[in-house]
Nanobody, 115 residues
Framework: QVQLVESGGGMVQPGGSLRLSCAAS????????MGWYRQVPGKQRGLVAT???????NYADSVKGRFTISRDNAKNTVYLQMSSLKPEDTAVYYC?????????WGQGTQVTVSS
């Protein structure tokens, strides 16, 4: 079964940095778009960033210039480097892999930005 496991979440102060990792297993994902989404209680899950198999990236306006998405196909892993973190970045962050007909999701990792 396909499994996505996120890691790297935690609590940081405003202005700090974190790097999230998502390791996928159970398939070959080098041809698929991968991404990160986040969700806070009472709100819809929203896009953070995506990266295609060719390396093209897309970011939410709220994180442009602060977050960087990357991938390592040899390790079946996608990363999200987060810097200049703000309290409004606090959320559960979910890894996503998009195949042609199905989306795979991780269990999520909590990121809390607070002083």
């Amino acid at each position: 079964q396909v499994q996505l496991v996120e890691s790297g979440g935690g609590m940081v102060q405003p202005g700090g940095s974190l790097r999230l990792s998502c390791a996928a297993s159970g398939g070959i994902f080098s041809t698929y778009t991968m991404g990160w989404y986040r969700q806070v209680p009472g709100k819809q899950r929203g896009l953070v960033a995506t990266i295609t198999s060719a390396g093209s990236t897309n970011y939410a306006d709220s994180v442009k210039g602060r977050f960087t998405i990357s991938r390592d196909n040899a390790k079946n892993t996608v990363y999200l480097q987060m810097s200049s973190l703000k309290p409004e970045d606090t959320a559960v962050y979910y890894c996503n892999i998009r195949s042609f007909l199905y989306d795979y999701w991780g269990q999520g990792t909590q990121v809390t930005v607070s002083s």
